[in-house]
């Protein structure tokens, strides 16, 4: 249980620092950590207390599936870790560019697009 | 088989082709994603007659049985809007050809990239994968809409980025907790067990996937991002975001809420509202725009209102209407944001007026403008026409007063989109440097007047579309065609 606490913890603390942090590095550190929550969230849903890898050997059918962990969650968090670290590279990418144009990181100093 | 989802490689490798070729030259890398896109139409074309007259077909990858495996489904609508896209696709990249001149292997390697996003979105029978390919979508978008490095774009991009990341979060957050009940991400499986699943966490899961994929589509809460992207991007990538980009939320949100939670009645309510909500705020916010491509992203924003409007009415009729409005819309939207493109090419500013002084136009780009904002309104003998009436006439069934409003936006639209021609396409007749356009460029304006006046002419094709499409949101059919 205490598990889901901290990711749910992980993801609101982002999407506080998301929506409240001016500066775009808080912003993009942000948008890491929630993930990370959602990241462990679904590990914690495959996860077995004193369970095995889920990799099939010396070992009958029916005592592995009595043992081994949910393997497709991690697989999940595997394509949505590399999907973030492309993410991060853009979103990093895009707020170097932003500094050489506007020469600041605030967010609320960034904005001439209106209405 | 299914050749259509082929298509997603054939962009994939056109992605990778382009960054490959552009290290000896520059000089044929535009080629490259034309000529994937002429194979990705060829595929779906192939496999479009194949699901209109023998039914849905499922693919699995790998071999591995349906609710364990990948499963690749093709059904009536998914393989139209394919065919329109891949279309549009090829029509985008033809008028990016002389249109974009400098980093042009960064563009066509992110615009490949961001179809193989859409097509992919429209195949995949599973929604983890919906998640993936909608980031392949998404993260390929932000670099586009980034494209041009200047302060509006860049701007734009990371405000699109930052929110479009909290969104695609939201989706995975609610995939992962279907998984944690349902046990399964195919989402025919999903739909036959979330049913004997009480509890609140199938409500909480839907909620934020509809959250997360109503940003991507623009919906009126959501949609702040949509004008500022629009305005960064290069006229192009607008034609294709607009045409393409935002109608994959659509479609994911009519899987996500017809087939996987089997369409509850209050959520199509809450479509109906938001859907109403936007129509009108987009209409309203269009007509107050002096500046051309806000004024389009606008309106983008009123016609996603009407096709949710016309879904969230729950009845048949509304459900077709809404569908060939996806379709109609697809194409008048790229034809207006390409005809803008085409003044906005020479031009140096996005206002209307200031475009007007510097910008003569020649008589195809005033035509295509002009047809796209008929058909917008809903002006009888263009496409527009044939998809507004039949959500007039559903809403009319269910609630007059919808009705009411619909026609007061059409009005709106028509108001708007005539101040637009009137200030940049018929106020300048004297000053500014006259546009020469390449054939690359008018081709893609003529196909796609071309569509809107067929489309328009003969409506019996789009009512035969809306009513061939509305059999794939049918959830017994999809789970057969997944499953059996």
Known sequence: MIEYLIAMLAVLLGIYAVAFKDNLIKKVMGLSIMSNGIHLFLISIGYRTGGTIPILKDMDIASFAQLAVDPLPQAFVLTSIVINLSITAVALSIIILVYRQFGTLDASKIRELRG | ?484
Do not use: C
């Open chain 2, 1 to 484: 088989m299914i050749y259509g989802f082929y298509a997603v490689g054939v962009f994939l490798a056109s992605a990778f082709l382009t960054g490959l070729v552009s290290i000896k030259s520059d000089k044929y890398v535009p080629h490259i994603p034309i000529a994937a896109s002429l194979v990705a139409v060829l595929l779906t074309a192939i496999t479009l007659p194949r699901v209109f007259f023998w039914g849905a077909v499922r693919m699995q990858m790998e071999e591995w049985v349906a609710p364990i495996g990948i499963s690749i489904v093709a059904d009536t609508l998914s393989v139209t809007l394919a065919l329109i896209t891949t279309i549009i696709a090829f029509l985008v990249l033809l008028f990016s050809y002389r249109y974009i001149s400098r980093n042009s292997a960064k563009y066509y390697s992110l615009l490949s990239l961001m179809f193989a996003g859409v097509l992919g979105i429209l195949y995949t029978g599973d929604i983890f994968n919906m998640f993936v390919f909608f980031e392949v979508l998404s993260v390929s978008s932000y670099g586009l809409v980034a494209f041009y490095r200047n302060r509006v774009s860049l701007e734009a991009g990371i405000k699109y980025l930052i929110m479009g990341s909290v969104a695609t979060s939201m989706l995975l957050l609610g995939v992962a907790m279907l998984y944690g009940v349902a046990g399964t991400v195919n989402m025919a499986d999903l739909a036959l067990k979330l049913p004997s699943i009480g509890g609140i966490v199938p409500a909480v899961a839907l909620a934020l996937i509809m959250a997360g994929i109503a940003l991507k589509a623009g919906i009126f809460p959501f949609h702040a991002w949509i004008a500022d992207a629009y305005e960064g991007a290069p006229s192009p990538v607008s034609a294709a975001l607009s045409g393409i980009g935002i109608k994959a939320g659509v479609y994911a949100m009519l899987r996500v809420v017809f087939i996987v939670f089997n369409a509850p009645a209050v959520v199509l309510d809450i479509l109906l509202v938001f859907g109403v909500a936007s129509m009108l705020i987009g209409a309203l916010l269009a007509l107050g725009q002096d500046n051309l491509k806000r004024m389009l992203a606008y309106s983008s924003v009123s016609q996603i209102g009407y096709i949710f409007m016309a879904i969230g009415l729950g009845t048949a009729l509304g459900t077709a209407a809404g569908l060939l409005h996806i379709v109609n819309h697809m194409i008048i939207k790229s034809l207006l944001f390409l005809s803008a493109g085409t003044v906005l090419w020479k031009a140096k500013s996005t206002n209307m007026k200031e475009i007007a002084n510097t910008v003569r136009t020649t008589p195809l780009m005033t035509y295509s403008f002009l047809f796209g904002v008929l058909a917008l309104a809903g002006i009888p003998l263009f496409n527009g026409f044939v998809s507004k009436w039949l959500i007039y006439v559903a809403s009319f069934e269910k609630m007059p007063l919808l009705t009411v409003i619909a026609l007061v936006t059409s009005a709106i639209t028509l108001a708007y989109g005539l101040k637009a021609f009137y200030a940049v396409f018929l106020s300048n007749e004297k000053a500014g440097t006259k546009v020469v356009m390449p054939l690359s460029m008018k081709i893609p304006l003529v196909v796609l007047i071309v569509l809107v006046i067929v489309l328009g002419v003969v409506p019996q094709i789009g009512i035969w579309l809306a009513e061939m499409m509305s059999g794939s949101l049918d959830l017994s059919l999809y789970t057969g065609v997944v499953l059996g």
